[in-house]
Structure formats: C-alpha cells, structure tokens
C-alpha cells in the first residue's frame, strides 16, 4: 500500500499551451476538490500563472447554497478569488439527475472560461476505476474503456485532471494532515445511482480479494487510452481516403474498401466530427446494411436524434434533419427583396432591381414539367434535376419559381427555363440560393475524438 502522502506529489502542468494562461479550479466544496484547490494554491509557481475558483450551484439540494457559502469562506481564507454560478440542472433530455447536473456544470464552466485558461477538476485514481467499470458495464469499446484523459482540450479552454494517479485514501490523509474542512454530499450515499453502487458495493468487494484493483482498473484505462490514440490516428488516415469534396459526403466505394471495423470506427468518426449526436450502434449496423448494401439509385436514409445519413449514387450524405418547404406552401416574389423561406434560407435576385414579372415561390408538387434552352421539347423536371445531379438532401429543400402560367422558371439558383435564362443573361443578373445546409462544417481533420471523456 502506498503510504498517505501529506505533501500529495503533482505532474507538471501539460503542454504545450501558447502561455501560461491561469488555472481555473472546479470546487464543489468536497473534499477532492478542496484538497486540489488547497495544493495548488500552496505551490506559488502555479499560483502566479493565475488561480482561481469556479462553484457551480445545481440548485438540487435544500443547503445547495450553503455550499456555495463554504466555497466562498475557503477561498477568501487561501486567497483565491471564486465565482458562484447557479445553474439549471433539470433533466430534460433523459440523461439522468447525474448526467443532467453534469451536462449543466460543464456548459457553465465553457461559458466562463477564457481561451486556454486551464479548467483543472480532482478526479482521482478510484473514480478512473469507477469509470473504467461503468464503461465495461455500458460494453464500451477502446475510447470508452480509455475513461477520463488527464489533459484535453475543452472548448476554448483545456481540461486538466492532475489527481488522476492518486488513491482517494492520499486526498484524504492530505485533508487530515492540513485541517481542511470540506461537505459530504448525501446524494453520494444513494446506491440507486450506478457509480454510488460501485464506489459502496462493488469496489470494496473487489480489493478485498484483489489489493490493487482500483489501480489495476485506472491502469487499463490508461492502456486502453493508448489503444485509442493509435485508432483514432488510423481512423484520421482512413478518413482521409474516403472524403470528398464535401465533408458531408463520403465515397461508398472508397468506405466499401476498408476493412468492416475501420469503416465502423470511420462513420462514428466522421458524424461526430459534423458536430452530429453520437451514433448508435444499430446505426453503423443499419448503415451497413441498408444504406452501403442499397442499390446506387436508392436513396436509402437512417435518421438519429434529428441527424439523417443518406446514400445516394457513390455518396453517403450526414447531416442534421433539415425542414423541408412545407407541400402548400405558396408566396408571391418579384425578386425586389430578398425572399425569407420557411426552411430558415433565402431567394434572392443579384444584379437587377425586380423580375420582369411577378413570380410564384412554391415547393415541389411532383409532376413538374420544364422547357430548357436550346430543347425542343419539355422535359419531367425530376429528370432533369437528376441529369444535373442534384443530390436528393438538396432536391428536398428546393423553391420552385414558376410564372403565372404555373410554368417552373427555375429551381433554387438552378434556372431552367430558357426566358428566364436570356433575361438574366441580358441583365447580367442572377438568383441567389442559400439554405441553412450550406453553412460549411467543422474541419473534419481537426474533429477530436468524441469518446474522450
Ligand atoms: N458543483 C460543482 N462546482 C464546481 N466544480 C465541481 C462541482 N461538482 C464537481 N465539480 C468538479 O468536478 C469534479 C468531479 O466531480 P464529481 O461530481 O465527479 O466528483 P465529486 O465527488 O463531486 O468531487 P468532490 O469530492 O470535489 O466533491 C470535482 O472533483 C470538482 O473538481
């Protein structure tokens, strides 16, 4: 057994960082984060880099605001300057009382930090092996198993966990040894909740047979941190290999080539990096199946959480589910102001004043029959969108302009009518669509892994 350490050994703060910005400690008032707070507040090096508090009030308890009390009285006697931030953590979205309190601290931690100032949180070695367990428990694969990174970047900030490799019992023996006086939340004795279960049930069984289990569980988390790294490192490469010009899209082809588990860790890699909700395990499996598996011409989809992947021809298309122009929706334009339409995107007329004549913007009816230039006959307006190669994610959002006649003069910025065509050219005009899908997507190369915890 390591011996309690009352001088509690801490690793150099990580880099490289552009300067020494200040570390920004999260104190719920326990005893981990009191201690982390007390240690570094003692060693002057980092407390001249900048230091301060974060006390982020749930509002779930009746003596929540004691809390935030007790914070403010530790800091005052080390200091410390601290900020007390009330939040509101009721579950909406299903997470949970933990996950939900957890989802509203860290959107109050983004939104107070600075660029690269360093948040440092006290997780230690046993909740790493709490982690590990939960996620084994949850069939996790590698990036889950790798549990909490000592170092990451958080938003604009960097997320720091410098206890990491020490026991709860060294946190407790520093605490003693330094007359710290912290709060014991009542909502860690409750054993309805899976770490509280853990952390009072299972682990205690386990190092009574096996010592050293909660430093064995934290050391194949760091392992299979390692093991991550090096996947997520291929999974850039095969990223690499499959995109297109789009970020959005991804060549069917180029994804049927890799092997079945690369091209499962690529799609999880490359929806996350589109900033879209994590997907499903039965999603990688239904976009194998019927999605790669699909006739090229098929326009097959699996939705999400309001995200939607779709293949077309070569491509696999993700993105979030766009609103559609409502079927009766109808409005007159004459191309003097820009047109607002009702999936959140604009038509608009650059280069002349008004239209020759007033329009009808409308969705798609079906049945749409066109006269192009240099044609001699109509043609079925889905053909020619398809000749044009006009994906079926932009098919779906596209206004319609027809005259008064009910003639389609163009779709979006595509004009198709040979009259309207010669006009703009004569003007030196155009029509400008956009759509709210346009806005261009994070740089997938720069997506870091969204398993990392
Ligand atoms: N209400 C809060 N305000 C600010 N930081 C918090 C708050 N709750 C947790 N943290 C930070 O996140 C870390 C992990 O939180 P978690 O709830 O997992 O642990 P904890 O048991 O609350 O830790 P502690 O013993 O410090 O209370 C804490 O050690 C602390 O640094």
């Known amino acids: 057994m ?132 939960l996620r084994a428990l949850r069939a996790s694969g590698p990036d889950g198993l790798a549990a909490m990174r000592p170092w990451r970047r958080f938003g604009r900030a960097w997320l720091w966990r410098p206890l990491l490799g020490l026991p709860r019992d060294a946190l407790r023996a520093y605490a003693q040894a330094h007359g710290l006086t912290w709060i014991e939340d009542p909502g860690n004795d409750d054993d309805r909740f899976d770490r509280n279960f853990l952390r009072a049930q299972v682990l205690p069984l386990l190092r009574g ?132 339409l009702p999936t959140g995107g604009t038509l608009a007329l650059e280069g002349a004043d008004a239209l020759p004549g007033t329009c009808r913007v409308h969705a798609r009816r079906g049945g749409e029959r066109i006269h192009r230039a240099g044609r001699a006959h109509s043609q079925a307006l889905k053909q020619v969108l398809q000749a044009l190669e006009v994906p079926p994610w932009v098919r779906a959002g596209l206004p319609m302009v027809s005259d008064d006649t009910g003639t389609v003069l163009a779709a979006g910025d595509l004009v198709l009518a040979a009259r309207l065509d010669a006009w703009l050219r004569e003007h030196d005009a155009r029509l400008r669509w956009t759509d709210p899908g346009d806005a261009p997507p994070p740089a997938l190369a720069d997506a870091c892994n969204p398993n990392c915890d």
Do not use: K, Y
Not at 55 to 79: K, Q
Not at 276 to 296: K, N
């Open 2 to 133: 390591t011996g309690p350490s009352p001088t509690l050994p801490l690793p150099p703060v990580p880099g490289p960082l552009p300067a020494a910005t200040p570390l920004v400690v999260g104190l719920s008032g326990g005893l981990d984060s009191t201690v982390l707070l007390h240690r570094l507040a003692g060693d002057p090096g980092l407390r001249a880099r900048g230091l301060r508090a974060i006390h982020v009030d749930h509002g779930l308890h009746p003596d929540s605001a004691a809390w935030g009390r007790a914070c403010a009285r530790e800091c005052a006697a080390l200091g410390i300057a601290l900020d007390i931030v009330a939040v509101d953590a009721r579950d909406a979205g299903g997470l949970g009382p933990e996950g939900a309190a957890r989802r509203a601290r860290h959107a109050a931690f983004e939104r107070l930090l600075g660029d690269d100032e360093v948040l440092v949180l006290a997780h230690h070695l046993d909740d790493q092996a709490e982690t590990f367990l």
């Open 209 to 340: 047979r096996w010592p050293h289990a909660s430093a064995a569980l934290a050391r194949s988390a760091a392992l299979g941190a390692d093991a991550a790294e090096l996947l997520h490192a291929g999974d850039v490469q095969a990223l690499a290999r499959v995109a297109t010009a789009d970020p959005r899209c991804l060549s069917v082809s180029a994804l049927c080539a890799l092997s079945r588990a690369r091209r499962q860790r690529v799609l999880r890699h490359w929806t996350g990096g589109l900033g879209l909700p994590p997907l499903p395990a039965q999603g990688v499996s239904r976009i194998e199946h019927d999605l790669l598996g699909a006739r090229p011409d098929a326009d097959a989809a699996f939705a999400w959480h309001g995200a939607r992947v779709r293949r077309w021809r070569d491509l696999l298309h993700a993105d979030v589910e766009r609103v559609t122009l409502p079927a009766d929706w109808s409005v007159a334009w004459d191309g003097r102001a820009p047109l607002p």
